[in-house]
């Protein structure tokens, strides 16, 4: 099983840029979350979609577009990068909403933004 | 404003040692998740639990809902015990800042 992935795992964008980090997971999940990670900090939730057709902004959504486009698949669009977007990126899934279920992760994607 | 509070940031051991990290959080749960995260980056779930405690060999983890606290300790620490460990609560999941293990052999 290969759980959720997540691509590219690194990229260096321009500021003004626009890229989309891709996300699929094979567990037949209905929850998917966007979370970025920064230095001392915890990580913090971009958007999720807590089943197919659905997406809700979370703590952090400026700057960011998201697109559920099947149940596996789940992605994140910056359609103008900026520096303040540096950072490490994970995308979760989970069979429900709600924290009674396990969260499965990807393995991250390191963006920088010059 | 910090909903899941972890404590202690850093902590470094001996190989061997019995190790405790803790969470306080704000928010009301169902259940709160431990999890780690190593060096390479990759996070996976260690426990999920809701009442009581739970044991996964060395990995013990326990909750007191009242307290709204939650402990993880390590015993017979490793060096490849060594890992960020973070704690999650939270419908959509608040975390914390993750405490930094380090197992010097």
């Known amino acids: 099983n290969a759980g959720v992935t997540q691509t590219p795992k690194f990229q260096v964008l321009k500021t003004g840029q626009s890229m989309t980090l891709q996300c699929a997971q094979d567990m037949n999940h209905n929850s998917m979350y966007w979370y970025r990670q920064d230095p001392g900090m915890g990580l913090r939730l971009i958007y999720y979609s807590a089943s197919e057709g659905t997406t809700d902004k979370g703590e952090v959504p400026n700057g960011y577009n998201v697109s559920r486009l099947n149940k596996r698949e789940f992605s994140l669009r910056l359609e103008s990068a900026a520096p303040s977007q540096t950072s490490v990126y994970f995308c979760?899934?989970?069979?429900?909403?709600?924290?009674?279920?396990?969260?499965?992760f990807g393995e991250g994607s390191r963006l920088t933004v010059l | 404003k910090n909903e899941v509070e972890q404590s202690p940031q850093n902590l470094t051991a001996q190989e061997g040692e019995f190790i405790t990290i803790n969470c306080s959080y704000s928010?009301?749960?169902?259940?709160l998740h431990w999890l780690q995260q190593h060096p390479g980056g990759g996070i996976v779930s260690l426990f999920m639990?809701?009442?009581g405690k739970k044991k996964h060999g060395r990995l013990i983890a326990t909750i007191n809902i009242q307290e709204k606290h939650s402990s993880l300790h390590i015993t017979a620490s490793h060096p490849r015990d060594s890992a960020v460990y973070i704690c999650a609560v939270g419908n959509q999941f608040y975390f914390g800042t993750g405490t930094s293990l380090t197992v010097i052999p």
């Open positions: 639990l809701s009442s």
């Open positions: 928010v009301g749960i169902s259940a």
């Open positions: 979760a899934s989970s069979e429900s909403l709600g924290d009674t279920g396990e969260l499965f």
